[in-house]
């Protein structure tokens, strides 16, 4: 009986459940600006970590009408060919089943026991998963606008990551436009590395008959939009951390670094590009999250003084005054 429902359960992609760690960023953030009348920690602990799971759950949902959708397609990529809806006859009914029961439980979940604007991006979460992947819109056809729609995934999660400390506040929209194009740039750095690959080994119809979009991708754009969305991701950050809080502009090198070294790991075909829920395995990437992590922390809470006189307009005017007197 296990066995029979086992390929219906790897559907569910619970490995990549790890690609949801864009929803502690906002939780973080929300609770560093504003940590004025938030709930007792184990109260924060329990709907942080509820949250948390209503957002892997919704994704699993996403996850298998993707797989379902795409099975026919699929077959033209030789790291897909072997998912379970194309190794195994899968009934229909049973996979609907599953699809409406996770997305019916996440919704009664957030009404219940978060709040409607939780509920409101899960719905929209769900939503666009639905425009990406069903037709008539299926949206990951077209290109270019397959990369800024499945992008936008990002900053919904850092947003239901926000609602969760902070419901009835938007976050700010320098931070969700930045995770915004950080998404596009981590996308478009895959569909590069698809790119290069299949120029390598000659294999362009097959990626054409696996992905439509690639009719019009060529080098030269995927090359133009990864680096306009490094930098125009890179922009709107600096205006965030720059805005709330000053000593945040020591976090930016290391985030240029990360840039970076993504996009030398797309270059190189590492793996990790293509299967960013296998990004941990890269202890390099490790080292430099945790320095972005560790700075944001230690920033949070420690006041820099000169580089506040330095940022100070005032200053310099009280320097003026005193000059001229």
């Not at 097959?206 to 009719?215: C, Q």
Request: proline share 3%; net charge positive.
């Amino acid at each position: 009986m296990i066995a029979a429902f086992t390929p219906y359960i790897k559907l569910l992609r619970i490995d990549h459940w790890v690609k949801n760690i864009f929803v502690f960023p906002g939780t973080i953030i929300a609770i560093v600006i504003n940590n004025e009348n938030l709930k007792s920690d184990f109260d924060m602990f329990v709907l942080i970590t509820l949250g948390f799971f209503i957002v892997c759950i919704s994704s699993s949902a996403n996850y298998i009408i993707n797989e379902w959708l795409d099975r026919k397609t699929d077959i033209y990529n030789p790291e897909k060919s072997n998912r379970v809806s194309i190794k195994n006859k899968l009934k229909p009914a049973i996979i609907y089943l599953i699809y409406f029961f996770l997305i019916s439980l996440v919704c009664t979940l957030s009404f219940f026991y978060i709040n409607n604007y939780f509920l409101l991006a899960i719905i929209i979460f769900l939503l666009i998963g639905l425009a990406y992947n069903a037709n008539p819109l299926r949206l990951k056809n077209i290109t270019f606008i397959d990369v800024i729609v499945e992008a936008f995934n990002n900053p919904i999660r850092l947003y239901l990551g926000w609602v969760l400390i902070l419901p009835e506040q938007i976050p700010p929209f320098s931070l969700l436009i930045s995770f915004w194009l950080g998404g596009c740039f981590l996308m478009n750095s895959k569909r590069l590395q698809e790119y290069l690959i299949a120029q390598k080994e000659n294999t362009m119809n097959e990626l054409i008959n696996y992905r439509i979009s690639f009719k019009n991708y060529t080098y030269e754009n995927l090359l133009f939009t990864n680096v306009l969305y490094s930098i125009l991701s890179y922009g709107a950050l600096t205006i965030f951390l720059a805005k709330w809080r000053i000593e945040y502009i020591f976090i930016l090198p290391f985030i240029a670094v990360l840039f970076s070294y993504y996009f030398i790991m797309c270059i190189n075909l590492r793996k990790e590009v293509r299967r960013p829920e296998k990004i941990y395995k890269n202890w390099r990437f490790y080292i430099l999250i945790s320095i972005i992590g560790v700075s944001f922390t230690f920033l949070s809470i420690y006041d820099v003084i000169f580089i506040q006189y330095l940022f100070d307009d005032t200053i310099l005017f009280k320097i003026e005054n005193q000059i001229l007197n």
